[in-house]
């Protein structure tokens, strides 16, 4: 017979804005797009999401290479845990200035970012769960 632990886990209280201010570097990522889970290989790259008081950005790019780089910004709008981006700086025309609603959670030093990506016109519909551990 095989035990299951199961431990619910606790939401967090409202966040605010200075709780979420600053340079968060990703720890782990998962999509899960058509039935299928892919998770992200962070060993050879860095990405960085950056917080102030109304915007954010993101930058990725392979560690000793200039490939693979993309990056974006924009406003963000937080009440409570949902957190909305708005992506305002990005080279891709189909998801400029699309909201993206997430669900975030804060666990002493890092940041859970989760939801929907959902852009018809850029063929986007997938779920993430992102990590990042504050570091500044």
Request: aromatic share 12%; charged share 20%; with cysteine.
């Amino acid at each position: 017979m095989v035990a299951c632990n199961y431990t619910q886990v606790k939401k967090s209280s409202s966040l605010n804005k200075n709780s979420i201010i600053g340079t968060w570097k990703m720890i782990y990522a998962e999509t899960i797009e058509n039935d299928s889970l892919k998770v992200k290989e962070l060993s050879n790259t860095s990405f960085i999401k950056i917080i102030n008081k109304t915007h954010f950005s993101f930058f990725n790019q392979e560690y000793n290479s200039t490939k693979n780089y993309y990056s974006g910004a924009g406003t963000y709008t937080l009440n409570k845990n949902n957190y909305t981006e708005t992506l305002q700086y990005t080279t891709v025309a189909q998801i400029k200035n699309h909201q993206f609603p997430f669900l975030i959670e804060l666990k002493g030093d890092t940041l859970i970012q989760s939801g929907i990506e959902k852009v018809e016109a850029a063929g986007i519909n997938r779920k993430i769960i992102e990590k990042y551990l504050k570091i500044n």
